[in-house]
């Protein structure tokens, strides 16, 4: 099948004759010292679709970020209880405004932006029935001067920096608020600047439903900021979702303090010749096309059986058809946008790259101004740019191998996030389980899989720490030990 471009999509004209749209008001940017103010800078957000004006924020520059500490009120277990439940009921009453705000701004279809609002407050949920399982331990120590007790508790850090992607603008900010709440840590937010209106509106939503102000802060706008928090000293814990390039530059300023890197993948998904190929076609498509590909934990190669590989392939490229392209504002679409524009363009460029290496597209191809059509690529080389870099983007890349090949995958694996594996062996796959070198391996299934009390996180380039409702908020206290006195000898 050929390559084909399309022009880009026009913004949408004002109807002839009717009155011009009106601006959106400039929204503030900033949440910090319990108020919203206006960063210097003006950001115009156009829906990547369109090219129409959706929003307006004013982003902080670097020179307007203050350091220091901020002094907070501790919060009793049962009030970290109580807001958590609070934002999650927040989150479920204006869950259409703010799923038509990451639609509009990052081109994710609606439907899917509504899941983001299901999973935000499952989040919420969760860790607000986890605050009670937050607990430390004691220990009698026994020494030449009696023995003593030892009481260890989870101390909150002062204070959490997030910074967080744009392909993800909801969830990933709620994936580091709500833990932050349940340790009892005032956090800072830094969003990506492709999802700054999202973020703001989500900082409303929290705040409206009672979350503590002191305990939150909102910061807008590009790199520079977030390299003005992080050198901020009260900042003792770093969570960071990204790219490996923005993740270097963050940790040179960060140096020793701990922190949470979770970076991107070229997330696998193994189907041995056994498997129900069927039933991995389908996760293969799943986890490839959902969020047009923009997931760290999706699908980016399929590595299967030569045996079986184009059988395989012919069954992903009927499954690409039911992923309609369109506008994402309307429910019958499943596949929006990409970033911009520029995003479409390098994703052209390593499938032009792969067919002349050999590759065949036997669906998708094409393009038109920020969206990507479903596109799965047959007899993809091992070595193509295309399977050995992250593409976040709706591709489905099939590389045929010899089964004795997947059973050696771990040999020269670099490590990663999560791959998926297809077969009816136990015994093969849970060898293939033990000796990958990735955080998660799930069987029967694509790696896209998740759930907010299953530890995740990389192995090797694709980061360090874990993310969970309670992994994180363990992450974000330090261990504080109390030692007691020894008692004084009396009578019995």
């Not at 077969?423 to 293939?432: E, G, K, Y």
Request: glycine share 10%.
């Amino acid at each position: 099948m050929s390559v084909v471009a399309h022009p880009p999509n026009e913004p949408s004209p004002a109807r002839p004759g009717g009155p011009a749209p009106k601006s959106p008001p400039v929204r503030p940017g900033v949440f910090e010292n319990g108020s919203w103010r206006h960063g210097e800078l003006v950001h115009e957000v156009r829906s990547p679709y369109d090219g129409r004006l959706v929003a307006t924020v004013s982003h902080a520059s670097a020179k307007e970020v203050p350091r220091g500490p901020k002094p907070v009120r501790g919060l009793a277990a049962a009030d970290r209880a109580r807001v958590l439940h609070a934002c999650a009921e927040g989150f479920e009453a204006r869950g259409a405004e703010i799923a038509a705000s990451v639609s509009a701004e990052i081109g994710m279809p609606v439907t899917d932006a509504e899941k983001e609002v299901d999973r935000s407050v499952r989040w919420l949920r969760l860790a607000a029935e986890a605050v009670p399982h937050l607990d430390g331990t004691s220990t009698r120590l026994s020494g030449p001067g009696g023995d003593r007790l030892a009481v260890t508790t989870p101390q909150p850090y002062r204070r959490v920096m997030a910074i967080t992607p744009y392909n993800r603008p909801l969830a990933q900010l709620i994936v580091k608020v709500a833990p932050a709440m349940l340790a009892g840590a005032p956090i800072t937010l830094k969003p990506s600047e492709r999802a700054s209106a999202s973020a703001a509106l989500a900082v409303e939503i929290l705040l409206d439903s009672g979350y503590p102000p002191e305990y939150l802060s909102l910061w807008t706008g590009g790199p520079d900021v977030a390299q003005a928090l992080l050198a901020d000293p009260a900042v003792d814990f770093v969570a960071f979702t990204g790219g490996a390039r923005g993740a270097r530059a963050v940790a040179a300023t960060a140096g020793p303090r701990p922190g949470c890197y979770e970076l991107g993948d070229v997330g696998a998904l193994i189907v041995y010749a056994d498997a129900d190929l069927p039933a991995a076609a389908r996760a293969a498509a799943q986890g490839a096309f959902g969020n047009a590909g923009q997931s760290c934990r999706g699908v980016k190669r399929i590595l299967v059986a030569e045996g079986v590989a184009e059988e395989f392939a012919a069954l992903l490229a009927e499954e690409s058809g039911a992923w309609r392209v369109g506008d994402p504002a309307e429910r019958t679409t499943r596949v929006g946008t990409l970033a911009d524009a520029g995003a479409v363009e390098r994703v052209r460029t390593a499938v032009e790259a792969a067919v002349r290496g050999g590759a065949e597209v036997v669906a998708g191809g094409e393009y038109r101004g920020a969206q990507c059509w479903p596109t799965v690529l047959n007899k993809v080389a091992a070595d193509a740019q295309l399977v050995n870099e992250e593409f976040l983007a709706p591709l489905a890349p099939v590389i045929a191998l010899p089964e004795r090949a997947l059973d050696d995958l771990p040999d020269g694996y670099p490590g990663g996030l999560q791959a998926g594996v297809f077969t009816r062996d136990l015994d093969r796959a849970l060898n293939l389980a033990g000796r990958l070198p990735v955080g998660t391996v799930v069987l029967n299934d694509g790696p896209q899989y998740d759930h907010p009390l299953a530890p995740f996180g990389g192995v090797g380039h694709s980061g360090h720490g874990r993310e969970s409702v309670l992994s994180s908020a363990r992450n974000m206290c330090f261990a504080k030990t109390i030692v007691f006195p020894a008692p004084t000898e009396g009578p019995r």
